[in-house]
């Protein structure tokens, strides 16, 4: 019972920790980390300040399918084992 309270404890103390965390860096955060390829590709013009944001959604993590159709079409040897293949993506934002 101890050691359960003290578990849930720290989830508590991640979930705050998460929820303050923003869920993207702030644009001049970004120009100054990212790498010197981008701002020439993606830089400010005629003041409009724009990045990439890219999305990867190829990995995520499935339970087994009961059927033998859905695991062989699920099945990714990279991940080693079954996965949703929703695409990758690059969206240019403002």
């Not at 695991?71 to 040897?77: A, C, D, F, L, N």
Request: a positive charge; glycine letters at 6%.
């Amino acid at each position: 019972r101890y050691l359960r309270a003290i578990h849930h404890h720290k989830l508590s103390v991640e979930r705050k920790a998460q929820s303050r965390w923003p869920k993207y860096a702030p644009y001049e955060e970004d120009m100054q980390l990212r790498k010197q390829k981008w701002n020439a590709k993606y830089g400010e013009r005629n003041i409009v300040k724009t990045r990439p944001v890219m999305w990867d959604m190829a990995g995520i993590k499935s339970y087994t399918f009961s059927t033998g159709e859905l695991q062989r079409v699920t099945y990714s040897k990279y991940y080693n084992g079954n996965c949703m293949k929703g695409g990758i993506f690059c969206q240019l934002c403002d």
